[in-house]
């Protein structure tokens, strides 16, 4: 098995996903207790180096109060790749997106540095992965999953962002792909 990934991320209540219709083949349903929104991906940095972007999250809390984010969900569309490649898809923010947004970029470089020395490139873009892309999916499958995304309406769903985690794989992957390692409250 590969060095498992770490990331921190705004754990979201995510028992809608079981009301979701059945998607296509070769994807995969976020299990309801994996659904969040990343704040910082840190890879396969390994533990120690999770931890140090952990403890840079305790200091960032302290100097600033970081409140909680009322969210709630939009479109849903493939993240992750190209349009013909992605890897999710995922949920969009509708109500929350700029003070989410805000918060990932307040945040997330000072983790990524703490654990891995990197800066991420790409503007922060808050999202809420629901279903994941098989390795073997071949191009209709993802025409079917984008086809299947179109048709979703979540904007009923809301969110409440006052916790961030610390996340890795889950030792039993076949039920739920993540864990939680660690958690700080908002507030």
Same mark, same amino acid.
């Given at each position: 098995?590969? /060095?498992?990934?770490?990331?921190?991320?705004?754990?979201?209540?995510?028992?809608?996903?079981?009301?979701?219709?059945?998607?296509?083949?070769?994807?995969?349903?976020?299990?309801?207790?994996?659904?969040? +929104?990343?704040?910082?991906?840190?890879?396969? %940095?390994?533990?120690? #180096?999770?931890?140090?972007?952990?403890?840079?999250?305790?200091?960032?809390? @302290?100097?600033?109060?970081?409140?909680?984010?009322?969210?709630?969900?939009?479109?849903?569309?493939?993240?992750?790749?190209?349009?013909?490649? !992605?890897?999710?898809? @995922?949920?969009?923010?509708?109500?929350?997106?700029?003070? #989410?947004?805000? %918060?990932?970029?307040?945040?997330?470089?000072?983790?990524?540095?703490?654990?891995?020395? /990197?800066?991420?490139?790409?503007?922060?873009?808050?999202?809420?992965?629901?279903?994941?892309? /098989?390795?073997? #999916?071949?191009?209709?499958?993802?025409?079917?999953?984008?086809?299947?995304?179109?048709?979703?309406?979540?904007?009923?769903?809301?969110?409440? +962002?006052?916790?961030?985690? +610390? !996340?890795?794989?889950?030792?039993?992957?076949?039920?739920?792909?993540?864990?939680?390692?660690?958690?700080?409250?908002?507030?």
């Amino acid at each position: 098995m590969p /060095r498992p990934n770490w990331f921190l991320a705004f754990p979201i209540a995510g028992t809608f996903v079981l009301e979701l219709p059945p998607l296509p083949s070769n994807f995969r349903p976020f299990h309801p207790e994996d659904v969040h +929104l990343t704040l910082a991906f840190l890879g396969g %940095c390994g533990e120690p #180096a999770a931890l140090r972007a952990l403890a840079a999250l305790d200091a960032s809390l @302290s100097r600033s109060s970081v409140s909680a984010i009322s969210a709630s969900l939009g479109s849903v569309v493939p993240m992750g790749g190209s349009k013909t490649t !992605y890897s999710n898809l @995922s949920a969009l923010l509708e109500e929350g997106r700029a003070e #989410a947004s805000a %918060c990932l970029a307040a945040l997330r470089d000072v983790l990524t540095e703490a654990a891995t020395g /990197r800066r991420e490139r790409r503007p922060p873009k808050p999202h809420v992965s629901i279903a994941r892309v /098989r390795t073997r #999916a071949t191009p209709s499958d993802r025409q079917a999953g984008l086809a299947w995304a179109a048709q979703l309406n979540l904007r009923a769903e809301r969110a409440q +962002l006052d916790r961030i985690a +610390l !996340y890795t794989w889950s030792e039993k992957r076949h039920d739920r792909l993540f864990q939680i390692v660690a958690e700080r409250r908002l507030g």
